[in-house]
């Protein structure tokens, strides 16, 4: 076990780090220009938001509607304070990014206690209003701009930060699912009334996964904040949220690699129907559509088994 | 103090206007096996129920060794030495074998949620303990060897093994088994017959169990509760239940 760890982590950590030679290289030479730069920032703030939202939808198995509005209160926090505070960048920057985290983090606790009382469509509900009403209390909240947005917010997100809180997100959820806690957050998923016949807290581990989602959800929207450099309420409506669902969706509930690859996919494939102008959401609409029907093909399925190197098959996922 | 592991005391309870189950005791002793028999609807899953805190009893007590288990919660009661199976099975189907004894395994570890993050020492070395007892109850029923299999991939009669080796995971005094030989054939019912007395010997625990197949009944429980529309009917040996002309008249009428 540890020791397979230990080739796991190696293998991982080589990953990452390669990558990153890869991406730089590319774009000092010129290869990768600010213009695709920027989309690859982003696809790692939905990296952050998507994976987050999977730990809610995919691994306790609730729908939740409100990820926006989490991802919301880590912006207005983290920019709050970066820019009310004029520390060095290095300092300042992941200082705004934990306050940001830990800003929804209580939002989620707080949302938690009423939406642990219920569960599927319900919990969607309270989710979906609880959104709505962060959303609303920030357009009412003079000193972060009100409905006229929020602007001056220093651009500290550069693409090595989104990177890497993107990297740090990926390993913190994949570890936390291997873990006890993990463990006990999928049998809730998997059959709530056995899970406490188990002995497993369920409240407990619901406001765990779900805290844990939300904080990381706050990270993504401090990533977000820094990088757009101007907020507004209107950013972070329910289309956002299911934005981010349909990208766990796509991934497959219950699957961290998943939610990384759709992530990307779903950021770059928009940029990608920049040709087709006014058709382009038409487009894009029918792009998900056959891209959800594909993922259930057996044929295709088949296909993908066979390019997946086998150490990569085994992955905890329900369907 | 007896050796009453279970002691259980008017236990009554409400649906509505329906009383389903009224004025119920029952003593388990320690190692004792005990069954629990009645008509279809006669209350005994009920009875399930109120003792591991699903439903909460209208009126009556549950005491396990002494202990008022009352108004606790279910995992409350499963951490206390209450565990339980399902009449239709309930495994968590999406995971393997071994990380659902794992799941019931939990409360013998302690670890921290960031040590279990940031995989530090105490991380590996809990996990290691729990998996090696994990394969230490699978063996029992020779379930190691499908360790690393989906739950729901496992034959019927395994998935009902599965389910003891998992309540047996929260290191139970008391276990509770609701129908453990449903939908098993002859041979399958005599190695679960002889599976239930061999753990019940090498664990040190009672067992509870409800079960129509009575030769199951007879051949292994050393004392019987037979209850009909929620009431005690007759208590006492195999011997003095079989002979026994309420027994008969309920379940083969006058």
């Known amino acids: 076990m540890n020791q397979k760890f230990k080739k796991q982590l190696l293998t991982d950590v080589l990953t990452v780090v390669i990558g990153y030679v890869v991406l730089t290289v590319l774009m000092r030479t010129g290869v990768i220009n600010d213009y695709i730069k920027g989309i690859l920032l982003m696809a790692c703030i939905n990296i952050v938001l998507t994976v987050s939202l999977n730990i809610t939808s995919g691994f306790l198995g609730e729908l939740a509607l409100g990820h926006a509005g989490f991802m919301a209160v880590g912006a207005y926090a983290s920019a709050l304070f970066s820019k009310s505070i004029g520390l060095i960048p290095a300092v300042e920057f992941p200082v705004a990014i934990l306050i940001g985290g830990f800003a929804a983090l209580i939002a989620g606790y707080i949302v938690s206690i009423p939406a642990l009382r219920l569960k599927g469509d319900y919990l969607a509900i309270i989710t979906l209003a609880a959104g709505e009403i962060i959303r609303n209390i920030l357009k009412n909240l003079d000193i972060i701009g009100g409905t006229k947005g929020y602007t001056g917010i220093p651009g500290y997100t550069t693409f090595a930060w989104a990177y890497f809180v993107a990297v740090i997100c990926i390993f913190a959820s994949k570890s936390l699912i291997q873990s006890r806690h993990g463990r006990s957050i999928i049998s809730i998923r998997e059959d709530e009334i056995a899970a406490e016949a188990s002995g497993v807290d369920t409240n407990r581990y619901k406001i765990i996964g779900f805290i844990f989602s939300a904080f990381f959800a706050g990270v993504g929207g401090a990533l977000y904040a820094h990088y757009l450099r101007f907020l507004q309420p209107g950013i972070f409506t329910l289309n956002k949220s299911i934005e981010i669902l349909v990208m766990v969706v796509l991934g497959g509930m219950g699957s961290i690699r998943g939610s990384v690859i759709s992530a990307v996919i779903l950021t770059v494939l928009p940029e990608l129907l920049r040709g087709f102008s006014d058709y382009r959401m038409l487009v894009y609409s029918l792009a998900l559509i056959i891209m959800m029907l594909a993922k259930h093909s057996d044929k295709l399925k088949l296909l993908l088994g066979k390019l997946q190197p086998a150490a990569l098959r085994k992955e905890t996922g329900h369907e | ?254």
């Open chain 2, 1 to 254: 103090m007896s050796n009453v592991v279970l002691e259980v005391r008017d236990l009554g309870i409400n649906f509505g206007g329906l009383r389903a189950v009224d004025g119920l005791n029952i003593d388990v002793e320690k190692n004792q096996l005990y069954g629990l028999i009645g008509p279809n609807g006669a209350g005994k899953t009920t009875v399930f129920n109120m003792l591991t805190g699903v439903y909460e009893p209208s009126d009556g007590t549950i005491k396990l060794n002494g202990e008022l288990l009352n108004k606790k919660k279910p995992h409350e009661i499963a951490r206390k030495g209450v565990s339980r199976t399902f009449q239709n099975i309930r495994l968590f189907k999406n995971l393997t074998v071994l990380e659902n004894v794992l799941i019931a395994l939990d409360t013998q570890a302690d670890y921290s949620i960031l040590t279990g993050v940031l995989k530090l020492p105490k991380f590996f070395r809990q996990e290691k303990e729990m998996e090696e007892e994990a394969m230490r109850l699978l063996a029992v029923f020779g379930l190691d060897s499908d360790a690393h299999t989906l739950a729901r991939n496992l034959p019927y009669g395994k998935q009902r093994e599965l389910e003891i080796v998992r309540a047996l995971g929260t290191h139970p005094k008391l276990l509770l088994l609701d129908e453990p030989a449903a939908g098993m054939n002859p041979q399958e019912t005599q190695s679960l017959m002889d599976a239930i007395e061999t753990l019940r010997n090498t664990f040190d625990i009672s067992v509870l169990l409800i079960e129509h197949d009575m030769k199951l009944v007879m051949g292994i429980c050393e004392k019987i509760t037979v209850i009909n529309y929620g009431t005690l009917l007759a208590c006492g040996t195999p011997e003095e239940i079989q002979t026994n002309p309420q027994v008969i008249k309920a379940y083969l009428g006058e």
